[in-house]
Every structure is written in structure tokens, then in C-alpha cells.
């Protein structure tokens, strides 16, 4: 199992540009979780899916942010117009349809945003 | 809402000394609490969640609910041990949804 792949590892954007972060889950992983992580600070949670739905949007900015999960394909993180308040590091953690201790979310190994 | 407190940035001890990394938590609910480790130029990896009770590398933390605290213990620090250490919490009562993560220490054991 390779794991939670995400791409670009390194991505460099202008002002007002858009910007599409890719994530991957581990095989048989159904539940997807984006997080930032800005300079000096820890993780922090963005949204939450599940194939075709989004579960928990409660941490996503209310304007240019947007993500899907759909049927087939990697989950797609979105950023338009880009600032450079943007620039930081996004996670993206899956984990199994299971319960309890079934449940642990996996990281991949981030996308690091740089708006010029 | 849920906060994750990890007071100290940097912690510094020497090989086989006791280390202690603090985090505490603030949450109306009865929480999961988890610690995340990520090794130089590796991906945040899971160490111990409360609910396991287990021992990993060496490692222990304890959920106090009276201090609200989840301390990440070992007794002898070992140098592949330096990395950042995150404490993350789960709102209970869901077996799934988000992670809220402290800011994080950074572990370096002096040979």
C-alpha cells in the first residue's frame, strides 16, 4: 500500500492565480481530510469528505475555497485567486470506513504552497 | 469549542534522560486524544491514541481528565527519538471528523 500520495509536493503560484492540490487515499479508504498548516503554527482542519460529499466544511475560508471527493479520482483541493496569506503547507489524511480504532487517519506528505 | 495546548516549542534533553512533552486540552466533552510524531523529511505518522493503552517506542501518556492533560512520557530518551511531536484531540461521541492538533514541540535528544 503506497499510502496517502498527494501532488505537487511543491507548488508556486502568482497572485490571482488558482491553485488544485491533489490528494490520493490509501486503498479502501473512503474518508478524506484536508488540514493547513501556516508558517510557525500547527495543523488545522479545512474540511472533511467522503466520496461525492462533504461531510464537515467547518474549517474551509468562506470565499475561493473549495473541495471535492468525487466517485472516481483524487480528492481535489481547490484555491482560487490566490494571496499570499495562502502560502502554506496542506495536508491531506484518509482513513477506513471502519469505527473505533479502525478509525486513524493517515497523512500524506503535504503539498507546499508558495504564492508569489 | 475544542483547543490543543502544547506549552513548550522546543524541549532539549540528553540520551537517556526522562523526557516529558506536555499537552492539554480544552473540551466540554468527553475527548480522544492522540499523539502525532513526524521524523525529519518523513509524513506526521500516528504514535499512541489514549484509547489503545499501549506503549510505542518506549512512549506512554495517560489522559487526565481532572487536569485535562495528555503528557507524552519515556523514561530514556533515545537520539532517533528527536522530531516534532504533535498532540491532537477528536471531539468524543464520533467516530469519525477532525483533528484538532496543538502547535506542536520539537524533541531534540544530544548524543
Known amino acids: 500500500n503506497a499510502g496517502v500520495m498527494q501532488n505537487p509536493r511543491h507548488l508556486v503560484r502568482r497572485r490571482g492565480q488558482e491553485a488544485r492540490l491533489r490528494c490520493s487515499p490509501m486503498?479502501?479508504?473512503?474518508?478524506v481530510y484536508w488540514y493547513r498548516q501556516l508558517p510557525e503554527e500547527g495543523l488545522k482542519f479545512m474540511v472533511y469528505?467522503?466520496?461525492?460529499?462533504?461531510?464537515?466544511e467547518s474549517g474551509m475560508p468562506k470565499e475561493r475555497f473549495s473541495a471535492e471527493f468525487p466517485k472516481e479520482g483524487p480528492s481535489i483541493l481547490r484555491i482560487q485567486q490566490v494571496v499570499r496569506g495562502d502560502s502554506a503547507a496542506y495536508f491531506c489524511?484518509?482513513?477506513?470506513?471502519?469505527?473505533?480504532?479502525?478509525?486513524?487517519?493517515?497523512f500524506g506528505p503535504g503539498t507546499r504552497l508558495t504564492v508569489l | 469549542a475544542q483547543r490543543v495546548t502544547q506549552p513548550e516549542k522546543l524541549l532539549s534533553v540528553f540520551k537517556g534522560a526522562p523526557v516529558e512533552l506536555k499537552c492539554n486540552y480544552s473540551?466540554?466533552?468527553?475527548?480522544?486524544l492522540f499523539w502525532y510524531v513526524q521524523y525529519s523529511r518523513q509524513r506526521l505518522q500516528l504514535l499512541l491514541r489514549?484509547?489503545s493503552r499501549e506503549s510505542i517506542k518506549g512512549f506512554t501518556a495517560d489522559l487526565n481528565k481532572g487536569e485535562t492533560s495528555f503528557h507524552l512520557k519515556k523514561p530514556f530518551a533515545q537520539e532517533e527519538d528527536s522530531a516534532m511531536y504533535y498532540c491532537?484531540?477528536?471531539?468524543?461521541?464520533?467516530?469519525?471528523?477532525?483533528?484538532?492538533f496543538g502547535q506542536g514541540t520539537i524533541l531534540t535528544v544530544h548524543p
Open positions: 489524511a484518509s482513513s477506513p470506513p471502519g469505527q473505533g480504532l479502525l478509525n486513524t487517519q493517515y
Open positions: 486503498k479502501g479508504h473512503s474518508h
Open positions: 469528505l467522503q466520496k461525492e460529499n462533504i461531510i464537515d
Open positions: 473540551y466540554s466533552g468527553s475527548p480522544e
Open positions: 489514549h484509547i
Open positions: 491532537a484531540l477528536r471531539a468524543g461521541g464520533t467516530s469519525y471528523g477532525k483533528l484538532t
